[in-house]
């Protein structure tokens, strides 16, 4: 027997498209607007900064020929397909999970397309101290690393079953 749609995780998948048009519409403003390499300060410790990633977090494999760039495609596919059954499996009341995993599912689809299409990820945030620079990174990064830190702090909480079972 299936259960609705709607009372699935799937249900906060809208959150991942506002993900990916967030990521995306970001990605084709500094590209419309900015020279790769270009920078822009924006404010203190922190620049719009146009940079391509050929590799993943940090240009790893970034130098390797261009195999990477399916590799990356290929386990952003299998982390998408499995958050989404996740999703399925769990409950829609179930929000910060929910949350977490739509916001990787956008994030991992927006670098997806960059990855496919421009054959580079688009990365465009610059947070910098003084003379040391972060790596460049992008609104997809961003929610990736929210999301997954939402799945940290969701382990962290009491869930009310477990506690109510230990008490009783």
Known sequence: ???????TGLRWLWLAVV????????KFLIMGHFQLGESMPLIPHLNLAYAQNHGAAFSFLADKGGWQRWFF???????????IVLMYRGNAKQKINNIAYAMIIGGALGNLFDRTYHGFVVDFIDFYVDSWHFATFNLADSFICIGAALVVLEGFLAKPNATAKSKG
Do not use: E, H, N
């Open 73 to 83: 495609a290929v386990i952003a596919l299998v982390i998408v397909i499995a958050l």
């Open 1 to 7: 027997m299936t259960k609705p749609l709607c009372s």
């Open 19 to 26: 993900v990916v048009i967030l990521d995306l519409g970001s």
